[in-house]
């Protein structure tokens, strides 16, 4: 039993021209309706009327030299809310660690060894109660119910 290459098949051949016709019709509208009216024409107007007046050499080198300084700008603003974000963050692990050294030394190891336990259990209670439900939801939409 000889099998035809799949890109061969007579299916496969009719999904892939009629896809190129209606990709080609869907295209030639997107560029008549939105490309040549808003793009096309606009940007070649501009280049019509801007082109008779080629910028100089001056010009060029102010438009670099004012993109490098302002690349630099963003530079030295993206490193200083990278810092105050960073900061925070170690603000906030370090307030919690002495919080909890704090803790522990108010009520003593073995109180907070309790709640801690109890705290662990409450959690572990949440997150298999979660697993429960989501297996009797995975299992009511795949149409198997236990």
Sequence with gaps: MEFLPVLQN??????????????TTKLSHLRAMVLQPY???????????Y???????????LL????LVSLKILDYA?????????????LVFWGLVLSLGWYVYSVG???AGRDFGWLW???????????????TAVAAYSGNPK
């Design 109 to 111: 190891i073995e109180n």
């Design 10 to 23: 007579p299916t496969f051949t009719y999904l892939q021209s009629a896809t190129q016709d209606h990709l």
């Design 39 to 49: 793009i096309i024409e606009p940007v070649s107007s501009f280049l019509a009327s």
């Design 64 to 67: 670099a030299i004012i993109i």
């Design 121 to 135: 259990g409450v959690i572990y209670g949440f997150v298999g109660d979660f697993q429960e439900r989501s297996k």
């Design 78 to 90: 993206y490193r200083v809310v990278v810092f105050w974000i960073t900061l925070a963050f170690k």
């Design 51 to 61: 082109s008779s007046a080629m910028p100089d050499l001056l010009s060029i080198f």
